[in-house]
């Protein structure tokens, strides 16, 4: 009964194009993750014994002890650390913000954006000035921004399909907004939180001051503080709304921490890589749990899934917890830096960072219209019983895309459904809690399915 | 610009065979649904003003008549009720449970399924037999049930992908066990709660007695709580574990109700109609958000929708809150028996009854591979900018099926991702807060995108 069933479906499978080894091989794979899978347990305890892990911190370290001696348990056939120096910066107190409307003190949530400087130790009260965008900065210039608590307001676009796109299409307020403004002579920036949610959560992110470039105190607002300081913008009631806020924030000198890599060394080519990873930093409001607790864990799970079904790559397959994605993209330079000093050839490398939520498929960086339509030839068909075949171009992730050293590395994201990410990320709603676990599962598996993929026939 | 833009997309659209009009027309109505959308403002009203809606209960008349005057406020073309006569099950008393294990009694939290009869008024005890499923019943028969608490107590298949099959596999348990473990002398029953998160929350939903069936009294109990009162049969103590549970439900006499609809009547076609719909009618232990709150509010959108674009259909097009879904049905017999009985011709008809989650696509009961082949190659190149064009064989939705008496009407289902629905469903879990504005939106916009299309095109 059973093997006429095979050789049904393997005709079945034969008119697709599908090798009906393959169709095996798969569901085997989402088997042992959904049966057997140690993801979920593990972010778990990633999440709620170790907690929010900025690069540089205590708990950062603690996380990489953890990652490491899980993978030597595992019994990977390599578990290693690459040495890197990160960034450390401290948020310091609570920061504190209010609208100061007249005699009116209304308390709003702020935190500091990554890598801001601290206000005076009293505080910093300015008059505020609304803006949607750096090219309106740039307009207004000296005369009008000089000595302003600059208010960059632009909400996400909700006509984004994938919310990624409306954080891109918003994310330069926060990213360079503070660094432009200073330039014109303000004494601070407020960034509304980069979330179409409206709430009360203050959703921080690293801002970055080029080298040399002026520094001033920079804090994300909550969506409907912002809201709020907006309305009261539009009264233009004299004398002009100011803002206050302060942080205690402070950037002290780089701290040593490592990526966490975990190997099952191939068969046939042990010099020839695909790699896998998520970031093992976090920001330190919540558990850093979608972000990236969930790639992490996922690309251990990777590992274990080949190791527990007793498959052999051909290539090496290598686990990276990345470190320092959040606020420097050191441990991404370092293993691209040591690739390519090791003489490494890297054939493909896919990130999981957007979120452990339902799988939809992958993103491919930077390839052809013919690979990709060939990947999706060949490919889409068996990742289609599982919904994972959206296979399309679009980006990788931060981590992995120093690998585009490499002229021959096939840079992949894994595209889990977007529509919470940014409900959550890099605010105190990041927790374990807005985990799913049969969502987590099902992406190890489908990453793992990729994987094998590669490990057989390459990317052509 | 804007023209040579629009050539090169209808250039490269006729490659694909779609029409670039219908490319811009999917994108108004995703516009309209994300950027104005309001579903999920009515959603909150519903669930927080009103809540849950059990047929019979004056919330569920409260929920008849608040829809009705929302959609005569929209000025949909026609508004109006059907009525119909709908079973009225009340829960009563919280229910008690507890495993006894010689003198120790632990609580457990179970709740009675719909329809149950209710405990003698102290409460039930008898012995407790752990079962996997009917057929291990009828194997044991009559000499060892006779007498007992049969505990079914199978669980969900995680190695269904989506979630509503594991439901399926696992659901005679719940909707036939009590009435056959009745036949061999059962004096009461406790279900697993069908859902694969383990957790504390009993879930109820409809058990069946059919006509002239002896009834005894059945319970839902929470998977932690199952497993422990498993793990403890295991022991095979001597004295034999007991169960004891007590509820005062009760079923009333029938009760007048309504479905609720909303058209836009056609302009070349009136007398043809698009159904598009969901269920009103909710359990009792919540607020019925994800269900099917999500999906009446779907429903309401895509005319609003319609309404708000200036859109005119072909086609009538009804938006359908139908009455009794959860332990009944008596709405969805009664709306086809009128469809039939006033000669209407039914083209289609799509429930949304899996939750407001993201949509995925849509499947379509009993069609021929043919024209599920020519659907996917005229529309699903449409729907896959928005991730929604897995289109498939599969169910449609409990309150549409009636419409299979009408032999060309197709029936579909709206496909939305399946892997939180059944954490909560049915439970105390299925609250406002858990369904996300923007996978709710999407939904809506992706009912009405088909809607669009069978009006213009019809299925082939």
């Known amino acids: 009964m059973k093997a006429v069933k095979l050789?049904?479906?393997?005709?079945?499978?034969?008119?697709?194009?599908?090798?009906?080894?393959?169709?095996?091989v798969l569901r085997k794979i989402y088997d042992e993750a959904l049966v057997n899978g140690e993801s979920y347990q593990n972010l778990r305890y990633l999440c709620k014994e170790i907690g929010p892990r900025l690069s540089g911190s205590a708990h950062a370290q603690k996380a990489v002890d953890w990652t490491k001696s899980l993978m030597d348990k595992y019994g990977f056939d390599k578990v290693f650390l690459q040495e890197c120096m990160v960034p450390h910066w401290v948020r310091g107190e609570k920061e504190i913000g209010k609208i100061i409307d007249g005699k009116k003190e209304i308390n709003v949530p702020i935190c500091a954006l990554g890598m801001s400087p601290a206000t005076p130790r009293e505080g910093l009260r300015a008059p505020v000035i609304e803006l949607k965008s750096l090219d309106e900065l740039a307009k207004l210039g000296?005369?009008?921004i000089k000595g302003k608590i600059v208010f960059f307001n632009r909400p996400f676009d909700p006509r984004y399909i994938e919310t990624g796109r409306a954080y891109g299409a918003a994310g330069d307020q926060r990213f360079r907004g503070p660094a432009e403004a200073a330039k014109y002579g303000a004494v601070g920036v407020i960034v509304r939180s980069l979330t179409e949610s409206l709430d009360d959560y203050p959703h921080t992110g690293t801002t970055v001051f080029p080298e040399g470039a002026k520094k001033i105190p920079a804090a994300a607002i909550s969506t409907k503080a912002a809201n709020q300081l907006s309305a009261l913008l539009?009264?233009?009631?004299?004398?002009?709304?100011?803002?206050?806020?302060?942080q205690s924030c402070q950037l002290l000198?780089?701290?040593?921490?490592?990526?966490v890599i975990g190997e099952i060394t191939g068969t046939e080519k042990p010099n020839e890589f695909i790699t896998v990873g998520g970031h093992l930093d976090s920001w330190d409001l919540a558990e850093g749990a979608h972000d990236d607790g969930t790639g992490v864990m996922q690309a251990m799970e990777v590992l274990r899934i080949y190791k527990s079904l007793g498959m052999k790559p051909k290539h090496s397959i290598r686990a990276v917890m990345f470190m320092n994605e959040e606020n420097g993209g050191r441990g991404g330079d370092k293993y691209a830096e040591l690739a390519k000093q090791n003489g490494e050839i890297h054939l493909a490398a896919i990130e999981s960072d957007g979120g452990g939520f339902t799988p939809r498929g992958f993103t491919f960086q930077d390839l052809s219209s013919e690979r990709l339509k060939s990947i999706n030839e060949n490919w889409s068909n068996l990742l289609r019983p599982y919904l994972a075949d959206h296979l399309d171009a679009g980006g990788s992730g931060s981590d992995i895309e120093p690998l585009s050293v490499f002229e021959n590395t096939i840079l992949i994201g894994y595209r889990a459904d977007s529509q919470r990410y940014f409900d959550i990320h890099h605010s105190a709603k990041d927790v374990f809690e807005n985990v799913n676990k049969r969502e987590l599962e099902l992406g190890a598996a489908a990453m793992t399915s990729l994987v094998y993929l590669i490990d057989q026939y390459g990317i052509k």
């Open 7 to 24: 050789l049904v479906l393997s005709l079945f499978l034969s008119v697709f194009g599908a090798h009906a080894q393959d169709v095996l």
């Open 253 to 259: 000198p780089d701290a040593k921490s490592y990526n």
């Open 234 to 246: 539009k009264l233009k009631k004299l004398p002009v709304i100011q803002f206050y806020f302060k």
């Open 142 to 144: 000296e005369s009008v």
